[in-house]
């Protein structure tokens, strides 16, 4: 398959509505223009398409300002343009491109431009936008600068890019699947949305494997826990509850956390401070819990113990309520019994705690329905997938896909879970909606153009799943039934063998980055993973 290459539209006052043909223009800037740029994975193949269709909307209630159109043209050869009277400079805009193509699998190329501003009638605006083919993985320009897997990443939006912090470039695993061996990094780098390139930035003040990382404030990167050096030869690594603020080139150190945080999830509540919910570390071993950290005053804020009490509980699925300050965590193995089925339990900042006397931040039980055996598949689920999808009139729903139950030699599955959370309403039971193609554990999801859960990778029985599974969900309900004949199964070109864990960020323009594969190396009794470089985006359809 092959891609858009990198395209210089022009745009130049003209009427509307807009036929775009090819045309010559002047080199200069003329006052009140908008130059839009159309930027490709890599430079190769595409000469030309069907249909170009080039539309400038309002950002972010979707009104066209104008549209062009082009049918049998060079896209290599294409300028086209915007009457810039209507171009309103207190409002945002983006631009968005479709195209019908035999190259692609989908047999469509599409692109939305990140949101931009118009500063004045006489300024003039560069819009650089991403276009590919629909549904479908593309390689980055670049690959990363460092071979990484288990790291943090945040989108940046004044880079724009996603910035890239810590990880891990080799693990050993023994035969009960306890790492002997761990090799974490201090690299960060940065992948730039507008030029689909990776770069370097100033290194962390420690290496860290499976650290968390949020922007908070005016933009401040705080990095959160991991995995360090480990303290003694021989020894896997040592847990951190270390907390550092990365500021432009600068890094500073900044309050110890209350607890050791590894592989975690985390959400930026309304007040700004960091709520870490799943398993933290201590003595005893993992333990289910909370805690909320300000990042921006540098000091430890709450630790919130699980209602199932101090107990070990590894390999939890927690899922983020983005703008709820809300936390689903379900499933996970108590110590080494993976006979015992926790609870599913709702971390909760934003309202009154279940005994009617604690304040916030607290946790609460969810019923599960019509499972007496616990939440999941089976006692001792873990290693799932999932992501939350907003509501347009309040809420949303949290999603939980795959994983595995059992003790090693653990089963993988592939059943679909949702939970609905809805203001005002008490909390709704989760529910098995549905299965997806492939049983998987390790895979990575994410929400993509508010419509449709991108699921990423993993690992069954028989070797590591590459591919990714894509289907459509209603935010707003949790009724649904997601008919597995109507998921969507999406290959991915590997240079590795396995996609564990794979990191996806969001990127501004609705694309996602996808990196972190690792190959593996068998030996009699252990595994080694050692990461790659390997780097894509997945460019959902804007339909």
């Not at 430079?43 to 049918?71: F, H, I, K, S, W």
């Not at 980055?140 to 939006?157: G, I, K, P």
């Not at 595994?527 to 790659?532: D, G, I, N, Y």
Request: proline share 7%.
């Amino acid at each position: 398959m092959r891609f858009l290459p990198i395209l210089h539209l022009p745009a130049l006052p003209l009427p509307i509505p807009l036929i775009l043909v090819p045309v010559l223009t002047a080199a200069c800037a003329e006052p009140g223009r908008i130059d839009l740029a159309l930027r490709a994975p890599d430079g190769t193949g595409l000469d030309a398409v069907d249909t170009l269709e080039v539309t400038l909307l309002t950002e972010p209630d979707g009104t066209r300002v104008a549209e062009g159109q082009v049918q049998g043209g060079s896209l290599e050869e294409l300028d086209t343009a915007f009457r810039r009277a209507d171009v309103d400079p207190d409002r945002r805009y983006v631009f968005e491109v479709r195209g019908d193509t035999g190259i692609c699998d989908s047999g469509r190329v599409v692109g939305r431009s990140l949101p931009f501003e118009v500063e004045s009638n006489d300024s003039v605006e560069s819009v650089t936008m991403y276009v590919a083919c629909a549904d479908e993985f593309a390689p980055t320009e670049s690959r990363m600068q460092a071979e990484r897997s288990s790291f943090a990443a945040v989108w940046d939006a004044t880079t724009p890019g996603a910035v890239l912090l810590g990880g891990a470039s080799r693990v050993v695993l023994v035969a009960d699947g306890s790492p002997t061996e761990l090799v974490p990094l201090d690299s960060v780098e940065r992948y730039d949305v507008a030029t689909g390139e990776f770069s370097s930035d100033p290194p962390l003040t420690m290496p860290r494997a499976a650290p968390v990382a949020q922007i908070v404030g005016d933009g401040t990167i705080a990095v959160l826990g991991g995995v360090g050096l480990p303290e003694v030869d021989g020894s896997p690594g040592a847990p951190l509850d270390t907390v550092e603020a990365l500021e432009g080139e600068t890094r500073r150190g900044l309050v110890n956390l209350a607890n050791y945080w590894v592989e975690t999830s985390s959400l930026v509540l309304n007040d700004g401070t960091i709520a870490l919910v799943g398993s933290a570390y201590d003595v005893a071993g993992s333990l289910s819990q909370a805690e909320v950290y300000d990042a921006v005053r540098s000091l430890d804020v709450a630790s919130v113990p699980s209602l199932f009490g101090a107990a070990q509980r590894s390999g939890a699925m927690v899922v983020a309520f983005d703008g709820r300050d809300r936390a689903l965590m379900a499933g996970g193995i108590v110590g080494s019994d993976a006979g015992v089925a926790p609870p599913p339990e709702l971390f909760d900042a934003s309202s009154a705690c279940d005994d009617g006397a604690t304040d916030p931040p607290c946790m609460g039980l969810i019923d599960e329905d019509g499972d007496p055996d616990g939440f999941g598949p089976g006692a001792g689920w873990k290693s799932a997938a999932g992501a939350w999808a907003p509501c347009a009139a309040g809420g949303g729903t949290a999603y939980l896909m795959g994983g595995e139950i059992g003790a090693e030699p653990a089963e993988q599955v592939a059943e679909i879970f949702c939970f609905r959370d809805e203001p005002g309403s008490a909390p709704a039971p989760l529910r098995r909606i549905g299965e997806l193609r492939s049983a998987r554990a390790g895979a990575s999801a994410v929400l993509v153009r508010g419509s449709r859960i991108l699921v990423v990778g993993g690992a069954a029985r028989s070797g590591g799943v590459g591919n990714a599974e894509l289907f459509r969900v209603d935010a707003c309900t949790c009724e649904q039934q997601i008919e597995t004949d109507a998921i969507e199964e999406i290959p991915i070109d590997l240079d590795s063998n396995y996609l564990l864990r794979p990191t996806l960020v969001p990127l501004g323009d609705g694309t996602v980055l996808v990196a972190g594969a690792v190959a593996l190396q068998f030996g009699p009794t252990s595994v080694e993973l050692s990461a790659t470089n390997d780097a894509w985006v997945f460019d959902p359809d804007l339909d």
